[in-house]
């Protein structure tokens, strides 16, 4: 759906010239929602803007859907910009407009007749959530309902690509969360390909197929959400992973554990990805003679399943405990025994 090329950004400013995004290449596949995480400065907002030239590149090309944005004209611009919603952190509604009236605005600007206007924003009303509140102000609705309404005006047009930048930094955790269920509802609904930008892994971890790592203008590591949160490979990433999961090794260290829990075995299972579930636990203490005993962990979800490790106590006959440990080698569940030694 976006191929991007060779592309970057040189802001100049009196004292010095600042690249901002520096010879970017990606690919973006219909249908996916794609993340972009960066620390503030690395160029996230200025890739994004790019992405429906509200900037122009100093060098590189994007194309959308076959079309190449970077060699068009005014006019045929501001037709491809109706195949692109985009949505703000600070949402960006009209104040004095109705939320009706918000939705209906790019569609008047479309030249859209008043009687299909009308049914499309009410179908749109639907599709966020807002049922009955169409004649309320921005003024007069919460945050959470106020980003609702710039993701319906950003569908208005019925958009090939939906932008988002930071869409739910302004936002509580849990406003957040249910704005990051409609943008999956409506990716899955209307197989719109979304490209978002944010500073929290957990955006990432709850909603993106496919992330990139953004540092000084650069993508530095790039791949399935799943992939990057298993083997990290920059210091960066490390640093994003660490913000949902924390460092278990941080938090409590393993002698610690091993001074408390003297007796059987000290186990680490690592969960990774669909196949995985925590039913393991009592599936061994079903199958075989051992005590389990859950010491330490913490499992997320990923668009692609469950991701952690955990720390546990077996206890019970060597042989047993072997089996049991045997038979977990055989599942998905990584296995390490004595993990500190
Ligand atoms: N209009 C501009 N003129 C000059 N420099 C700019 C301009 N816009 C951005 N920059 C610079 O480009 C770099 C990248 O900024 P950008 O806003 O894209 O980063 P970001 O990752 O989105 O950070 P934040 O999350 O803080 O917005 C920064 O060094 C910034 O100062």
Redesign the pocket.
Known sequence: MITIKGLS?I???KDQD????DDLSLEINKGEIYGVI????????????LLNRL?DPTEGSIWVDDQNLTSMNKGKLRLARQEIGMIFQHFNLLWSRTVHDNIAFPLEIAGVPRAERQKRVNDLIELVGLKGRGGSYPSQLSGGQKQRVGIARALANNPKVLLCD?ATSALDPETTDSILDLLVDINEKLGLTIVL?T?EMHVIRKICHQVAV?EQ?KIVEQGEVLDVFLHPQRQVTKKFVDQVMGDPEKETSMQVIKNNYEAGEIIRLHFVGESTNQALISEISRKFTVDVNILHGKITQTQKGAYGTMYVQFEGEQDEINRAIHYIQSTSVEVEVDPDA
């Open positions: 950004k802001f100049h400013t600042v690249r901002a995004v960066g620390y503030s400065g690395a160029g996230k907002s200025t890739f994004i803007r900037e930071e930008i500073h953004m203008g």
